[in-house]
């Protein structure tokens, strides 16, 4: 008896110690526990891709110049050639089809490369990454995604055409066609929804648009606004123009702590933000370019057939 116990107790002892082993040499995939990839210039890895938010959408290649700089991702849907230049910042991913060449060059921030999981083709661009250049990654083999129209803008019905200076009343405002708030005016001015012509604000005068607590809608040929002036929006607002949208001089449109409040459509035209300026929203112009000069500033998703960044200009996700 005292044998066969022994025997039993080895036999217990030698099960438990393989099972250990077993254990030891097993790999396990456990939930909430991420492994981190340290990425290097050039370095490829096939991850599962989670697309991060885009902030900017752009049918050809953007032009990223003079300390232009994008805090979220961007996402471009051809293949073309494109420079990222000396001081210019991407601080999420870029997505681009297909597989180019991604030529680097000294003195710049890159993570690397990641392939995605669409189309190899088309291969035949370049992206140089020039020097003081920071980008997070490039994420190639991203398939292209399909953009929305924009409505149509039709003419409104209205005939007269108004200039105010200060003091001066608007009369009826289903009857004005082009609108004008001289520099002279320097007030604020509440404007309906409704389809007008061409919007122009001049130096410290602005308009109002919208209704607290409301989703409005206007129609506009085009909206001008020029120095320190600002366009301030109440309740959710969504402005249709036909042709361009235009800021200059510390002039400022929409809300910095309610920027999805404010969407712009634009059927034909761009968007220019120069010298200061600050735009609060989405702009959806399939057909134009948006530009953004000196020390202008995006806030919010821009989608665009062509995107230039320039002289310190930021455009940022909301």
Not at 98 to 115: A, C, D, F, H, M
Not at 143 to 165: C, F, H, M, N, Y
Request: glycine residues 10%.
């Amino acid at each position: 008896m005292r044998r066969i116990s022994q025997c039993l107790i080895l036999i217990l002892m030698w099960q438990m110690m393989t099972s250990m082993t077993l254990l030891a040499n097993k790999s396990y995939n456990l939930k909430g526990v991420a492994s981190k990839t340290t990425l290097t210039t050039n370095s490829i890895v096939k991850p599962n891709l989670q697309i991060q938010k885009d902030t900017l959408i752009t049918v050809h290649s953007p032009k990223l110049n003079g300390g232009g700089t994008v805090e979220g991702s961007i996402r471009i849907l051809l293949g073309e050639s494109f420079n990222v230049n000396g001081a210019g910042r991407v601080t999420g991913d870029i997505y681009v089809p297909g597989t180019p060449e991604i030529k680097t060059n000294s003195n710049l921030t890159y993570q690397g490369t990641v392939v995605g999981n669409g189309k190899e083709q088309p291969s035949n661009y370049i992206i140089k990454l020039n020097g003081n250049s920071t980008v997070n990654r490039i994420v190639t083999r991203t398939d292209a995604i399909e953009i929305s129209s924009v409505p149509t803008v039709a003419q409104g019905k209205g005939t007269r055409d108004v200039a105010l200076i200060e003091g001066d009343k608007t009369g009826d405002f289903s009857t004005i066609r082009d609108l004008t708030l001289t520099k002279w005016y320097n007030l604020l001015l509440e404007v309906p929804e409704g389809t007008y012509g061409n919007f122009i604000a001049h130096r410290r005068s602005g308009f109002i648009l919208g209704v607290d607590n409301r989703e409005t809608t206007y129609n506009l040929q085009s909206l001008e606004l020029n120095s320190n002036t600002v366009v301030k929006i109440r309740g959710k607002v969504t402005i249709n123009i036909k042709n361009s949208l235009v800021l200059n001089s510390n002039s400022r449109m929409g809300d910095a702590n309610k920027a999805r409040n404010l969407s712009v459509n634009i059927e034909n035209g761009g968007v220019t933000l120069n010298s200061s300026t600050q735009f609060y929203g989405t702009i959806n112009a399939p057909s134009g370019t948006l530009t953004l000069n000196s020390n202008s500033k995006l806030v919010g998703l821009v989608i665009c057939d062509r995107a230039n960044l320039n002289s310190n200009s930021l455009l940022k996700t909301y």
